[in-house]
């Protein structure tokens, strides 16, 4: 677990990872060289996956964001999640339980190229068994893990 100024020191970050080491530092009570020391620490233990920029789809064209449930047959589980991986359209795959194996989240500039999509390519080049798509008519939360 982390310490309480570790954690303060997160959620700054997580506000603005651009927030200079000067602020935090100043932020939570200690030296500029403390807080490097428990960045660094905090990368090294895995606390911190990478510092990175999020970019907004919408201004991409990227209008429409599509939920896919796939039944994959099980004997091609192994060759076709590498590949499915490899589509610029799915943003996040999950290897899941129950009656769908995945999972996937889409995104798409508008219905006509998510239909392109699923009768060209995820139908055309995949051995799905069974799927659902699900088109998000407003995101209501949408975030990563955050503190």
Do not use: C, H
Not at 107 to 124: A, G, V
């Amino acid at each position: 677990m982390v310490s309480k100024v570790d954690n303060r020191i997160l959620e700054i970050l997580q506000r603005d990872v651009r927030t200079p080491i000067s602020k935090i530092a100043n932020e939570v009570g200690l030296s500029e060289n403390g807080v490097r020391y428990r960045l660094e620490k905090l990368e090294k233990d895995g606390y911190i996956k990478s510092y990175t920029i999020l970019l907004n789809p919408w201004k991409f064209g990227k209008k429409l964001i599509a939920i896919f449930n796939l039944e994959i047959e099980p004997k091609a589980m192994r060759n076709t999640l590498p590949k499915l991986t490899e589509l610029d359209e799915f943003i996040k795959i999950y290897q899941t339980t129950g009656q769908f194996s995945i999972n996937a989240i889409g995104l798409f500039d508008n219905e006509e190229s998510l239909t392109r999509f699923i009768n060209n390519k995820l139908l055309f080049e995949f051995p799905i068994q069974n799927y659902t798509v699900e088109v998000v008519m407003r995101k209501v939360k949408d975030t990563d893990y955050e503190i």
